[in-house]
């Protein structure tokens, strides 16, 4: 039981650690990490405005439907057998504390 304790101690920290940091990037306000635009100040007329930015989306490309559908099966097997693993071991370590208590 000790052994659980010591894993799960720092993982609760890690974890506390974690959801804090992500609430304080949740919490910035947008316009606190918006860059400044150059050129800008005046009184805002279409004179002082900056010229629009062109942009333009790339669309070719990407990961095929086929690929995600075999990365997700392929995780799915792989948690699967961790699992049993560990079911297995612990199962065993049961087995080895039953014999050595009785």
């Given at each position: 039981?000790?052994?659980?304790?010591?894993?799960?101690?720092?993982?609760?920290?890690?974890?506390?650690?974690?959801?804090?940091?992500?609430?304080?990037?949740?919490?910035?306000?947008?316009?606190?990490?918006?860059?400044?635009?150059?050129?800008?100040?005046?009184?805002?007329?279409?004179?002082?405005s900056?010229?629009?930015?062109?942009?333009?989306?790339?669309?070719?490309?990407?990961?095929?439907?086929?690929?995600?559908a075999?990365?997700?099966?392929?995780?799915?097997?792989?948690?699967?057998?961790?699992?049993?693993l560990?079911?297995?071991?612990?199962?065993?370590?049961?087995?080895?504390?039953?014999?050595?208590?009785?």
């Open positions: 039981m000790t052994t659980i304790r010591r894993i799960l101690r720092p993982a609760a920290l890690l974890a506390a650690l974690t959801t804090i940091l992500a609430a304080c990037g949740a919490a910035i306000p947008a316009f606190a990490s918006a860059a400044l635009v150059p050129g800008g100040g005046g009184g805002g007329g279409p004179a002082t900056p010229p629009p930015v062109i942009v333009r989306t790339v669309t070719v490309g990407g990961t095929p439907g086929w690929q995600i075999l990365l997700v099966a392929g995780a799915a097997v792989l948690a699967a057998a961790v699992a049993v560990l079911d297995r071991l612990r199962t065993a370590r049961r087995a080895q504390l039953a014999a050595a208590a009785g």
